[in-house]
């Protein structure tokens, strides 16, 4: 849950860090002045008299006046709400600044952001196509090409959950980022994970992008497979077109067309092919 600052609580106020630096240009220990406002607000709560009517007993009896000065200092300086806006705002202009953030190490510095080790990923195997026999200067288009090209693209992506975009898919849905206290990772994990609704953030865009992915190899797959089926008794897919071989897969192309436009919300008026019955969401 995004930490709300609009009024200083104990985690908007820990999150600005406010108390803190006071903490340290006064050469005081770690949380020296957070016990000092929990202290006095359990005597203010102990000395409220049972009728509303009457003032609160509590006085700083007991107290040093440096213990008194720091707490009129939480008090006039911190949750005032003048003050605290102004406190707020000068937490989120740092927070935005790179050069405020501190980092182990410098950024670039013989570092590899990228995946440690063996990633467990494990490619499909894949063969090109050859042809022994010589179809001369021209391409055509023959059913053993096609045969191939459709086993090619089942071991990229079968039908169902087995394929590379799907298990994909299902990791990037594991995704679950926790920014803690810090206003800015915050709004990167909305940015991430949307906010819920019709906002479902580069997260969830990205799993749309891969249920496409899969939805147009499937697609193409059993469109090839059926034209192969048409035409493989007969000479007239030999004698196809690059064109017509373009206007048989209207629809599979449409699906990989998607894909360029995936998140814009420009692919909603492109044919849709036949949904993988086995891909269930």
């Excluded at 340290?24 to 202290?39: A, C, M, S, T």
């Excluded at 107290?63 to 102004?86: F, G, L, M, P, S």
């Excluded at 995704?175 to 949307?194: C, H, M, T, Y």
């Amino acid at each position: 849950m995004a930490i709300d600052f609009n009024t200083p609580t104990d985690e908007s106020i820990e999150a600005v860090g406010i108390l803190d630096k006071w903490n340290q240009d006064h050469h005081k220990p770690e949380n020296w002045i957070q016990n000092l406002v929990d202290r006095v607000q359990a005597d203010i709560q102990r000395n409220q008299p049972s009728n509303p009517n009457y003032p609160n007993r509590f006085n700083f009896e007991g107290y040093t006046q440096e213990e008194k000065d720091a707490y009129n200092y939480y008090k006039n300086e911190v949750i005032e709400t003048e003050h605290w806006k102004k406190i707020v705002a000068d937490y989120q202009k740092k927070s935005a600044n790179k050069d405020s953030v501190e980092y182990e190490h410098k950024p670039g510095e013989n570092n590899n952001y990228g995946v440690n080790g063996d990633s467990g990923f494990a490619p499909p195997v894949v063969h090109e196509w050859s042809d022994s026999q010589k179809q001369g200067n021209g391409v055509a288009v023959n059913t053993q090409a096609l045969q191939h090209f459709v086993k090619q693209l089942e071991a990229i992506e079968p039908d169902g959950t087995g394929g590379l975009a799907w298990k994909a898919r299902a990791e990037i849905e594991k995704v679950n980022l926790k920014p803690g206290g810090f206003a800015k990772a915050e709004l990167l994990r909305r940015k991430i994970q949307g906010t819920g609704g019709n906002d479902d953030g580069l997260r969830g865009d990205t799993m749309e992008l891969l249920m496409t992915v899969h939805q147009a190899i499937y697609n193409l797959r059993k469109n090839l497979t059926a034209m192969i089926k048409e035409y493989e008794t007969g000479e007239e897919l030999n004698k196809m077109t690059g064109d017509q071989l373009t206007e048989a897969m209207e629809t599979a192309w449409a699906e990989i067309a998607k894909l360029k436009n995936n998140g814009t919300g420009s692919s909603t008026d492109l044919p849709q092919g036949t949904p993988d019955p086995q891909f269930n969401t």
